[in-house]
């Protein structure tokens, strides 16, 4: 059946900034360029943040995310993490590593959750490149469908590559998903033009997320920026401030891939602590860095000076 395609909507509404591309004809040591050099990227878009924090049900659900990454760490299982937030869900079945069943303990709603990619993974990075370039069924799509069928599923929750089997599940089934920093591929806005009604995937993402934005831009079939009406983009900002019941913040994984990390704060001394480690993180990865370019540079002009006293 070939239904009309649904009306589009800007991704950010009028919340962003263009940027104009800047040249430099000099370096920083005054020496002129044989060609300007670009300062930034052309036509870099930049969101402004529509909410400065997270609701309690979502940052729960961010959580759910969160526990199977932890477990995948070995970090900790996934019952121990949401004993630990005290979450309303509890683990109905791990499907897979990147596919698990959940329950709402109070309204019995079954939920079906997919994570992001292990960087370590050759079947992680074989699935994601099969969602990006020939579509669906993928495995992590099987295991997902399967397990909303089986479970009765009311609402489908993913992070970046879940992201977009939740639409792609969701879409399918005509229920509710929600991602985080979610991969967006042509295939999924295909498949939320053609969905029921009844579907609407909510994406929260940070608007800096270089990676996944430059690749949600690259595979959107639609005009820069724009997605049918039942994809609502949620853009927040880098934050540690907190309401009284909740906080959420965003860190950066081995892979230098920003992805949403939400918890329940019991004292904002905790979330001063994160925020601390999250910095001293980001200047640490700028000073080793430097210390290797030196190294390199270093290792370069001994050689220089060693063959030179060969000659002498």
């Not at 760490?73 to 937030?85: D, F, Q, V």
């Not at 295939?187 to 949600?216: C, K, L, M």
């Not at 690259?218 to 909740?246: D, L, M, Q, R, W």
């Amino acid at each position: 059946e070939n239904r009309p395609l649904k009306p589009l909507v800007p991704k950010h509404d009028d919340r962003f900034v263009v940027k104009k591309p800047a040249h430099k004809k000099k370096s920083s040591r005054g020496v002129k360029y044989h060609l300007p050099i670009f300062a930034n990227l052309d036509r870099v878009l930049t969101a402004k943040p529509s909410h400065s924090s997270l609701k309690q049900s979502e940052v729960q659900k961010a959580e759910l995310v969160e526990s199977m990454y932890r477990q995948k760490a070995g970090r900790e299982t996934i019952p121990e993490y949401l004993s630990e937030t005290n979450s309303p869900y509890e683990l109905v079945e791990q499907i897979s590593d990147n596919v698990m069943v959940v329950r709402h303990k109070t309204t019995n709603e079954n939920k079906v959750v997919v994570k992001g990619i292990d960087k370590s993974s050759f079947e992680d990075h074989v699935d994601l490149q099969q969602k990006l370039w020939f579509g669906e069924p993928t495995q992590s799509y099987d295991e997902a469908l399967n397990a909303a069928i089986e479970y009765g599923a009311s609402e489908i929750i993913g992070h970046s590559r879940g992201s977009s089997t939740a639409i792609a599940v969701g879409s399918e089934l005509g229920i509710p998903s929600v991602g985080f920093n979610g991969v967006i591929t042509s295939e999924n806005v295909r498949q939320a033009h053609a969905a029921p009604d009844t579907f609407r995937h909510v994406e929260f993402s940070n608007g800096e997320d270089i990676i996944v934005n430059g690749i949600n831009e690259i595979t959107n079939p639609h005009a820069h920026g724009k997605y049918p009406e039942n994809i609502e983009f949620k853009t927040a900002k880098y934050s540690t401030k907190t309401n009284p019941v909740s906080a959420w913040w965003t860190r950066m994984d081995d892979s230098r891939h920003v992805i949403f990390v939400a918890t329940t704060s019991r004292n904002s001394s905790n979330l001063s602590a994160a925020s601390t480690r999250l910095t001293r993180l980001l200047r640490w990865n700028c000073m080793e860095r430097k210390l290797r370019t030196n190294t390199r540079s270093l290792m370069l002009k001994s050689r220089v000076f060693a063959a030179a006293r060969a000659r002498i």
